[in-house]
């Protein structure tokens, strides 16, 4: 049978140069000194990545390890959180706070918008001060983009440490850690970076190194303390033996990003083109500004539903789309374009798809999803 594309905002395709690097031979990754050379060099093309000269960590789960691990080492019981929520995974940030003691403030925004800075602000200043926020650069779910960009700089100004997912970012977006003043920025190896899952990629500032080392209570949990991981190389250390395929993968595939000169430019195009493939065709996109590069999300049209939609995307087109989470599921469907996904052919095979779809089930479609899409990529 034909290979199912996989469509969805993560897992996304995994390249053949990266499934070959995990049939490299397994070596002993505590005792091999070449083992953490291996590790030291993927750490420095992350940080090569992510424009940053902070220490950069990878830990062996997947991203709500990185999230938890951060929220348990930074938090400490009575600190004051800010947890910034315009979003499914925003929201649920504040949870992991709550875990470890933290005494989280929600600032509440709207959920199809990205976060307005000024209104961030006046917030901080009625509820402030805080010592810790959380916030999602993409909100997945929703196909929304928060600009980091003015938010990091603004919580760094307020003495606020700044915890930012970026699982769903991270490969597809150029993000400039330093200039941008994020504390903590957390990724998944499985979405943008197009590596297996079971990874999560963690750059922690020294800001953020000084509040962990000043902690009045310790750590609670061992797979979630950053603190064991500060000297690794020096003490030719880790706190748990390495899942070395799976740390290959991720090299090869942080390596073939690296080479990409085009990626991040190649992700807005496709994802500028393929909203305005849908809205010239008469659907809704769920978000009303800052949208996302990496996944896109539109309004299920009323005429049917995500579920008959979805049946025959995979059972007539081998092709997987994704619907949504939490209140959104059943009302958002979801694309997602990132890292090995994001590419012309892919698009348009499955907006073709989608077109044929939709058409089959009664939804006015004003002409064709992937000549629109077409269009609009080649005249960028
Ligand atoms: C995918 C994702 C995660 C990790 O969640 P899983 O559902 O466990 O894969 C965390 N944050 C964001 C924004 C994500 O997109």
Redesign the pocket.
Known sequence: MKEMMIMT??PTYVHEEVRAAMGKPIINPDLDLQFYEFYYDLCGKLQKLLHTQNQVLVLNG???LG?EAACASLIEPGDKVLCIDNGI?GNGFGDFAKIYGGQVTYFKADYRKGINKAELENFIQKNGPFKIATL?H???PSGITNPIDKICPLLHDQGIISIV?A??SMGGEAIHTDQWKVDILLG?S??CLSAP?GLTILSVSERAWDKISKRKHSIVGFYTNLSSWKNWYEEKWFPYTQPVSDLYALDKAVERILEDKGIFQRHKNIAEAVRKSIIEVGLELYPKESFSNTVTAMMVPEETTFEEINKKMLEEHRIMIAGSLGDLNGKVMRIGHMGENCYEEKLYLTLKALDTVLKELNVPVKGYLHKHFQEVYNVQ
Do not use: A, Y
Request: charged share 20%.
């Open positions: 905002p993560g997947e991203g709500i999230l995974f999602v993409c909100e997945t997912d699982v769903s998944g499985q979405k899952p």
